[in-house]
């Protein structure tokens, strides 16, 4: 079967690229551009045909790749066409024509890719990761895991286990002879060794998955600080009501910003105060859980206010910047916070805004960025390792001169766990939902 699809962006565009990979991927080219000569990874100007009426479609290129070496491992074509959607429109028609062709499904080019051997599921899914990266955080780590660091690291971890196995089976399988008990002591040292790596690769703040998905940072605060303004204002829209009124936000607002290179979620939230209105108790009760929720927390003040409700300063935490708006009418700060950066501001004359920002972001690289090597940046990915780390100290646990054949179980599954991250192993239920998020075309 050949698969085609429009792997660049929908017109109108000066240029389109539309794929078309599988056996007949040189046939179908020759028919529709009238080249019985194309050249191999060579730009080939063309005029496109449409075989039905024998009318032309576009002037363009055609770049061929003959399989194995070409992306997904065989004959693929990729077709440079003018991207009005007219001339889009009715390539696409041309190839659905074409014997034993069809519309690629979302992420199947590298699905085949994947399923040929040019990559594993790791790089696959990094793929899937810059094609969606909005940040250059995200894109550094989707790039990282590309170059196969990730994989080889597991992979390193697998190949351990494998060895350790093995001894494990040469041991039952060869009972009668005498194995020296230096060999059980160094697959111990071994399995206790690959513990600890995992169980170290698992203590990382979920850094891989917060880089992926957005850091999340809360604004909260007095009632009337200027939460909502401050928003509106990092966010460059009106995202969140804003009034003289107290207690007008009363649910979570959130808004998805590139704070410098860093993928941030930032929500705004209700004053935090003590009030008799059901309605507000449970938004206040929202802004106090979505502290200890947040990787972050803006905790915003009045300036000109001479009070600090209790309530605000009981949830005050490590992970708190304090911010004091309005400060183009006062500078009188009447409280010390000896624990956490404060940072004086004013929304209204956009003042200091861009100190804040410097602020969020070197917080977050403190705390969080402190690893170079990122290799869990998927649920997928935590799950594998939590189960590969489960049976390792099933393994550790046991007294392998009368639990052998279980022990050997125990490094069995432990290296089809990791095994399974990479793609190795029992990877068919898995790559439906890993590919359907890709864009179709790639």
């Known amino acids: 079967m050949n698969i085609y699809a429009l792997s660049s962006g929908r017109g109108p ?15 179908i080219a020759q028919i529709i551009s009238k080249e019985k000569n194309i050249k191999s990874r060579e730009a080939n100007l063309c005029k496109f045909y449409n075989p039905t009426n024998n009318q032309i479609i576009d002037e363009g290129l055609i770049l061929w790749f003959p399989g194995p070496n070409s992306y997904t491992g065989e004959d693929l074509a990729e077709f440079h066409i003018h991207g009005s959607n007219a001339v889009i429109g009715l390539f696409l028609d041309v190839l659905s024509k074409q014997t034993n062709s069809r519309m690629a499904e979302p992420g199947e080019f590298t699905k085949i890719a994947f399923q040929n051997n040019k990559i594993d599921l790791l790089e696959a899914e990094s793929i899937g990761d810059l094609i969606h990266s909005e940040t250059e955080l995200q894109r550094q780590q989707a790039i990282h895991i590309m170059q196969g660091n990730a994989s080889n690291h597991y992979n390193n971890l697998r190949e351990k286990l494998i060895k350790a196995l093995a001894y494990i089976e040469a041991k039952i ?11 059980l002591k160094q697959v111990r040292i071994t399995v206790q060794e690959i513990t600890s790596e995992v169980k170290k690769i698992l203590d990382d703040q979920k850094i891989g998955e917060k880089i992926r998905e957005g850091f999340k940072v809360s604004i909260t605060g007095q009632v ?49 105060r003590k009030t ?38 009981k949830n005050i935490k490590d992970n708190s910047i304090i911010v004091f708006n309005k400060s183009d009418l006062s500078s009188n700060i009447k409280k ?70 279980l022990a050997a179980e125990d490094l069995r599954m432990a290296s089809r766990h990791l095994g399974s991250i990479i793609g190795k192993v029992d990877v068919e239920e898995i790559l439906g939902s890993i590919f359907k998020d890709f864009c179709i075309g790639k």
Do not use: W
């Open 336 to 405: 010390e916070f000896k624990n956490n950066d404060v940072v004086l501001i004013s929304v209204k004359e956009n003042k200091n805004i861009d100190k804040l920002v410097s602020l969020i972001k070197k917080q977050l690289k403190d705390k969080f960025i402190k690893n170079d090597n990122i290799l869990v940046t998927r649920e997928r990915h935590r799950n594998k390792l939590n189960l590969c780390f489960q049976e390792l100290n099933n393994f550790l646990k046991k007294k392998h001169d009368k639990d052998i054949e």
């Open 173 to 183: 399988d060869f009972a009668e002879d005498d194995l020296p008990d230096t060999v």
């Open 276 to 313: 008799e209105d059901k309605v507000e108790k449970e938004g206040v009760s929202l802004a106090i859980k979505k502290i200890e929720e947040s990787d972050l927390n803006l905790m915003l003040f009045d300036i000109t206010s001479n009070k600090i409700d209790s309530l605000i300063e």
């Open 13 to 27: 565009s000066g240029i389109a690229i539309i794929r078309l990979s599988g056996k007949d991927t040189l046939k």
């Open 224 to 272: 009337n600080a200027g939460k909502s303004s401050l928003l509106n204002l990092l966010s460059k829209r009106k995202a969140a009501i804003v009034s003289n009124e107290k207690g007008t936000t009363r649910d979570i607002i959130e808004v998805y910003l590139n704070i410098d290179g860093y993928p941030v979620i930032l929500a705004d939230t209700a004053g935090i």
